[in-house]
């Protein structure tokens, strides 16, 4: 997988990415190949002296105006990972210029994560999960189904999303999965902490049964 050390490495060959992460003490050191293109990343800033050096990964989530890299050259990349909601760092949406690259679950991120835990096109567009509004209604008859699904472990939200759904929830039933709200416990091959299903699939498979799901930021 990794190119041999006898092998000649070229510039297009072998990058450096640097993780710029304020926790010195989770030291990161990793290698990683796409096609013929080797990439190495690591937390340690003294990498960015390397000749191979191509720029920075930032985590969205740890991110501070107080710690950046003081310089930036003109041919240096700058990456975005972000996998929240975007109010838990506002002065992000004002530096979002600062990137070449952005992944998160915004549909105007260069590689949007929703999409990530999809392998293929094919995955992503089939019929296999999609059932008639017929056969949703025999779910909700023959395994006891409500017909809206809520599923939700961020409790105490500034938008008071639980609020809502327990009002609605006097006039429809609504089966409630994760910490808030839950009334119901999820199927013994899902995980227990619903916002991240050990096994993506049977999760969908599950969530495919209802008629409908409330998605609230």
Request: proline residues 4%.
């Amino acid at each position: 997988m990794f190119l041999e050390k006898n092998d000649k490495i070229t510039k297009r060959q072998y990058n450096v990415m640097v993780w710029w992460s304020p926790y010195k003490k989770h030291h990161i050191d990793y290698h990683r190949k796409c096609g013929q293109i080797e990439c190495r990343f690591t937390s340690d800033r003294e990498a960015s002296k390397d000749e191979y050096f191509m720029g920075y990964l930032f985590d969205g989530a740890k991110i501070t105006l107080k710690d950046l890299p003081k310089t930036r050259k003109y041919d240096e990349y700058w990456a975005l990972y972000y996998d929240s909601s975007p109010k838990d760092v506002p002065f992000l949406l004002q530096s979002i210029h600062l990137f070449n690259f952005t992944s998160s679950f915004s549909r105007y991120s260069d590689i949007p994560l929703t999409l990530q835990p999809f392998t293929s096109l094919e995955e992503l567009i089939n019929y296999k999960l999609m059932y008639t509004y017929g056969q949703k209604s025999a779910f909700q008859k023959n395994i006891k189904l409500a017909p809206i699904l809520y599923l939700q472990s961020h409790c105490n939200t500034l938008t008071g999303r639980e609020l809502y759904v327990q009002q609605l929830g006097r006039h429809i039933a609504i089966d409630s999965y994760g910490a808030c709200l839950k009334n119901k416990s999820l199927p013994a091959n899902i995980e227990d902490d619903a916002t991240n299903p050990r096994d993506i699939r049977n999760f969908y498979d599950f969530v495919s049964k209802y008629k409908f799901m409330i998605v609230y930021e």
